[in-house]
């Protein structure tokens, strides 16, 4: 089965800048879309960034585009997400996920998750 383990997560100052990374472990991993979620405490998860396998392209929370970028490198078995310009709000549990090929051409919901990494941002 598919393993993600996520990385990174730290205490930063508003304004910084953090990069999250996502290990991957399956022979598969380049037939699976990867993105990032995050859950503030008392708050619904929701999505953040995504990055196609089919399509070689990403997408990301409308209110998050131009401050975080994600990123993959099939060889290494990695997904990254470069987070720039923090904010308070930004504090969250921030979780990687996949899902198959198949299920991103379904637009189905990602079906493996990792255990999550905490990135505060205090002003």
């Known amino acids: 089965q598919v393993q993600l383990v996520e990385s990174g997560g730290r205490s930063v100052q508003a304004g910084g800048s953090l990069r999250l990374s996502c290990a991957v472990s399956?022979?598969?991993?380049?037939?699976?879309?990867m993105a990032w979620f995050r859950q503030a405490p008392g708050k619904a998860r929701e999505f953040v960034a995504g990055i196609s396998w089919e399509r070689s392209s990403t997408r990301y929370a409308d209110t998050l585009k131009g401050r975080f970028t994600i990123s993959r490198d099939n060889a290494k078995n990695t997904v990254d997400l470069q987070m720039n310009s923090l904010k308070p709000e930004d504090t969250a549990v921030y979780y990687c996920?996949?899902?198959?090929?198949?299920?991103?051409?379904?637009?189905?919901?990602?079906?493996?998750w990792g255990q999550g990494t905490q990135v505060t941002v205090s002003s």
């Open positions: 399956g022979r598969t991993f380049s037939n699976y879309a």
């Open positions: 996920a996949a899902r198959t090929l198949w299920a991103e051409r379904l637009g189905s919901e990602y079906g493996y």
